[in-house]
Structure formats: structure tokens, C-alpha cells
């Protein structure tokens, strides 16, 4: 018999192995996110695995049974998702919380002096159709244009959404009830000048005043065509009435104290059979910044047929610089069809025309599907130049 028994002493038992655990860090993230996995308490000096959904990572123990190894969270659903360590028989988990990814950010606003703006189908408050814009130009738009008629109230709500994004607003304001055609008679540039809307004009003035913040305003454009009913020679406007009318309202609205208003005077790209520019230049103390509007139609249509941008937009630059010398010039409006050349090489040289003329700040681009397929993305070449030529001007 032992000793021991013989003293009534009991044998020391050996301590029970500490339960194996594994800890994360971080514990919580969307899936992607990288993520340092310890255990303690496996057995020693041996290989193992790390399981984290339907993926495996390789361990090896040290001799005292702990590993420390870095995996990537898998993309699965957002939820809780099990981590689990093993080595032969011995195994531990714990839980990783899965969240949301975060949603992408759209591009910042670009310096460069040289400005791209936009135009989409839903506006300033279509978030998603402007932070698609972004990611197709590489850049988030400095210029947002939008258009109102006369029925509308102040939009301070797509002001503020304009703002939000750091773009200015370029707020198209047309002096007509949409869906009435050209023959509008309540319209007439008389009626506007004669008094008809001046507490209309006049809340807009005061509206805007109070918003406090940088906006150009593009009132009643394209006069020098034959398609809107503020043009001469239709709606039974007379020559001469347009300048009267734009004066009219540019005072209303200057007396409200609305000096963060920027006047916009925007006539199409000259054409044969268009009004000329100079009868219709309200004058130089009546306008901050003249604009253009023009296409390249293409051969989308009978009577169009494929344009340069130079040939496009020279002649008009040209008489803009005669009729309003100093002002800085924007393309208000433009885009390209798809049909009758290579719309991507017309971007090309689009940007690269317009940014080397000193004069002209910027342009903005109609991303629409409307009489032709005018958005940057009508094809991956068209949406691929865009983003190259807008990076080119600022590198």
C-alpha cells in the first residue's frame, strides 16, 4: 500500500484543459471587411481551419495551442455569420455581425475652371438619376439645369437639393403653361410686359432673395427660334417685345434685392432662318452670362446630318463675343446622337474644343432619351469618352 494512502492524503489531479475559444476583431462589418481571428485552447503545433460561411482559411497552432490569422469576410447576406476554428476534435466559434456596405459615394464637384453641369429626366430631387451621372462622368456636376414654367411655384426644395450636392442651380424659367403648344396668348411677351405676372415674378424674386444662394437663372431661351411661344414672330410677339419682357422681369426681380440671380440669356446655335442675336440682347447691364444650345442631331432625323462641335458652336461663340463682349459664355445645352458618326470621338472633341476657349466657362450636358438617345451611357464608347475627356481637362 502507499505511503500516501497510509496518510489519508489524495494524489493531486492534473487541472482540465481550458476550453478552446476563438475572439474577432473587428466583430462587426460589411462583407469585405478584413478581420484578425485568435484562439486559444487548440491543440498545439498542429495545422487547422478557420470557416466563415462556405470559405476556409489554413491555421498552424503554436506549441501552447494558440493561432492568430487574418480572413476576409465573404459576401453574404448582411445578418450574423458564424466564425468557426478548429483543429482535430477541438473547435470554437463566435459571431461576426454582416452589416450593410455603406452606399457609394458619387464623385466630388471638379475645380477646374473649366465646368461640367447636367440635365436629367427627374431634376434636382432625382437623386439616383444624378449620382448615376456622376459615376458615368468621374466627377460630380458643378452646374445642375432644370426647368419650371410660369404655373410653378418658387422650387426652393430642388434649390436645397442643388446646394446639398455643391452644385450651383441653372433654373431654366419659362414663361408659358407646359402642354399648351405655341399659341398661348396669355403668354404673350405684351402680357408679360404689360403687368399680367408681376406678383408671380415678383414672389419669385422674393423667394429666391431669401434662399440666399448663388443661382443662374436662364429666363425664356431659345427666343431666337420659332418653337416656344416667347419667340418673335409667333404668339403674335413683334419685334422688339422680347427685350422689353426680359428687362421687365429682370427688374421685378432685381427689386426684391435677389442679388445672388445670375441672368442667363441662352439663344440656340444660330440657323438658317433664325432670329438674329443682336435684336434680341436685352443689353449688357440686364445679363451676367450668354449661352448657347446646340446639337449634334446626326442623322437622326430627315433633315440633320452629322456636326463637329467646332462647326456646331463656333459661329454662335462668335457672335456672342460681338454682341456681348466680356461675358462668359455657356453651353447652356448639349449632346450628341448616336447615329451618323462616332459619338465618342464627338465628345472628344467637344470638351476639348470648348475648353480651350478662354471665354467659355463650361457646358452642360442633356442626359436624356427624348428625340434621340442623348445620354452619356447611349453606349459604353460614348459613356468611356466622356469620363476620359472630363479627366483630361483636369489633369
Do not use: C
Not at 21 to 39: H, Y
Not at 120 to 126: D, E, M
Not at 284 to 304: F, K, M, Q, R
Amino acid at each position: 500500500m502507499p505511503l500516501w494512502a497510509l496518510a489519508g492524503i489524495q494524489p493531486a489531479q492534473a487541472a482540465p484543459a481550458a476550453a478552446a475559444q476563438i475572439t474577432l476583431n473587428p466583430v462587426q462589418g460589411p462583407a469585405g471587411s478584413a478581420v484578425t481571428v485568435s484562439g486559444t485552447g487548440f491543440k498545439a503545433s498542429t495545422t487547422g481551419t478557420v470557416i466563415a460561411g462556405s470559405t476556409t482559411f489554413s491555421v498552424t497552432t503554436t506549441a501552447s495551442g494558440t493561432f492568430s490569422t487574418g480572413i476576409t469576410i465573404p459576401a453574404v447576406t448582411p445578418g450574423n455569420l458564424t466564425i468557426t476554428g478548429k483543429t482535430s476534435s477541438v473547435k470554437a466559434s463566435a459571431i461576426f455581425a454582416v452589416t450593410a456596405a455603406p452606399a457609394p459615394q458619387p464623385p466630388v464637384v471638379s475645380t477646374d475652371p473649366f465646368r461640367f453641369g447636367v440635365a436629367t429626366p427627374g431634376g434636382p430631387l432625382a437623386a439616383a438619376e444624378l449620382d448615376e451621372v456622376s459615376q458615368l462622368a468621374g466627377e460630380s456636376p458643378s452646374m445642375a439645369l432644370f426647368y419650371e414654367d410660369f404655373l410653378q411655384a418658387p422650387p426652393i426644395a430642388e434649390l436645397d437639393a442643388v446646394r446639398a450636392r455643391g452644385a450651383v442651380p441653372l433654373l431654366t424659367w419659362e414663361p408659358w403653361a407646359w402642354g399648351g403648344g405655341l399659341e398661348q396668348p396669355a403668354y404673350s411677351l405684351d402680357r408679360i410686359t404689360g403687368g399680367d405676372y408681376d406678383a408671380r415674378i415678383l414672389q419669385w424674386g422674393q423667394s429666391m432673395a431669401a434662399w440666399g444662394q448663388p443661382v443662374m437663372l436662364r429666363f425664356a431661351h431659345e427666343m431666337n427660334g420659332n418653337w416656344y411661344p416667347w419667340a418673335e414672330g409667333v404668339n403674335g410677339n413683334q419685334a422688339g417685345d422680347y427685350v422689353h419682357a426680359w428687362q421687365h422681369v429682370h427688374d421685378l426681380v432685381a427689386s426684391t434685392g435677389a442679388t445672388n440671380v445670375q441672368w442667363v440669356w441662352s439663344p440656340n446655335v444660330p440657323y438658317w432662318g433664325s432670329t438674329g442675336f443682336a435684336g434680341l440682347y436685352p443689353g449688357a447691364a440686364y445679363v451676367d452670362i450668354v449661352a448657347l444650345d446646340g446639337y449634334n442631331w446626326g442623322t437622326s432625323t430627315t433633315w440633320s446630318s452629322w456636326i463637329s462641335p467646332q462647326d456646331l458652336f463656333a459661329p454662335g461663340i462668335a457672335e456672342l463675343r460681338s454682341i456681348a463682349p466680356g461675358k462668359p459664355i455657356l453651353i447652356a445645352e448639349t449632346a450628341s446622337s448616336e447615329a451618323g458618326g462616332s459619338k465618342a470621338a464627338w465628345i472628344t472633341d467637344l470638351v476639348s474644343y470648348l475648353s480651350a476657349q478662354p471665354d467659355v466657362m463650361g457646358f452642360v450636358w442633356f442626359h436624356f432619351q427624348k428625340e434621340a438617345d442623348w445620354r452619356i451611357n447611349s453606349s459604353a464608347s460614348s459613356a468611356s469618352a466622356f469620363s476620359s475627356a472630363l479627366l483630361a481637362r483636369r489633369s
